[in-house]
């Protein structure tokens, strides 16, 4: 099977902040923004945006604002009105793609499309992939994974001891051998230590955050217009069944896959399942 084309592209989000992303495919064919979740990076989607060039898309996946190699916001502003900013940018460059983001980053596309309904714009993106996230969460399944990122200020001292600390992570994945994938993940700080690729800012609890308190993601759901896909890990502690049916009363055209097997991190716990889902959505609605 051949390898589709790979390329850097680049945009300026909210604040000026510059936006990172590789591109798979070529730009003709129909575009699909992959948007990675808190504390990835777009590496986290080199299978399923290989896989979509391989069927006739150009997949582009992107660092969020602060993370990986996009830059890191001089201001801290790390809030869901700034992913809004980013995920429009990336929209209007790529001419209304699909748009596909895994927990952080389906937030930032619910948001987005939820408040330009509201505010009477016409939709950023052409459709919606909501990957283990919904209008609301589970707080334990959220509150292990900010002790996570948080966990580990002073970073690590080989890549090894932060393998360690994944496999305890995530104990239902087994742990690499080959650590390649994972230095992509962390950056060499000036104290000779490993830290992961993100702005510690962006954990900050006091950094700048929406101005639109008063929208709740229930309330943006219900004004979604375009085609919309929501993907749950069935092992998800973040997701529940519960939430991923109420979302469905509140987005009654939505579609629905529960992924068996995979936990949160549903594309890295089954990627040939979750990329089937999309694809085949994709397919539905192209």
């Known amino acids: 099977m051949s390898t589709p084309l790979h390329s850097r592209v680049t945009c300026t989000g909210a604040n000026g902040v510059g936006l990172v992303a590789d591109a798979y495919g070529h730009p003709d064919d129909p575009a699909v923004l992959l948007l990675h979740g808190g504390g990835q990076t777009r590496h986290s989607w080199g299978g399923t945006a290989a896989t979509l060039a391989r069927t006739g898309f150009y997949a582009v996946s992107a660092d969020l604002r602060g993370h990986g190699d996009s830059d890191w916001d001089p201001e801290g502003h790390y809030g869901l009105d700034a992913f809004r900013v980013d995920t429009e940018a990336w929209c209007a460059l790529l001419g209304r793609p699909v748009v596909v983001g895994a927990s952080m980053g389906g937030m930032a596309g619910l948001w987005t499309e939820g408040t330009r309904a509201r505010d009477g714009l016409e939709p950023a993106g052409r459709a919606l992939v909501m990957v283990d996230i919904a209008h609301r969460t589970e707080p334990d399944g959220v509150a292990r994974i900010i002790s ?22 995530l104990p239902h994945r087994p742990r690499p051998t080959n650590l390649d994938g994972l230095a992509r993940n962390l950056r060499l700080g000036d104290d000779g230590r490993y830290h992961w690729h993100w702005d510690p800012a962006f954990m900050d609890p006091d950094r700048p955050r929406t101005s639109n308190a008063g929208d709740t993601f229930a309330d943006l759901a219900r004004l979604l ?11 998800s ?3 529940s069944e519960e939430a991923a049916q109420e979302f469905l009363t509140l987005v009654p055209h939505a579609r629905y896959v529960d992924v068996g097997d995979a936990h949160h991190m549903v594309a890295g716990d089954k990627n040939d399942s979750f990329t089937t889902a999309v694809v085949e959505f994709l397919g539905e609605i192209r």
Do not use: K, S, W
């Open 148 to 169: 996570f990122m948080t966990g580990r200020p002073e970073g690590f001292a080989t890549l090894d001891e932060a393998a360690d600390a994944i496999a305890e992570y």
């Open 225 to 235: 217009r375009i085609p919309v896909l929501v993907v749950r890990g069935r092992m």
């Open 237 to 239: 502690d973040v997701l």
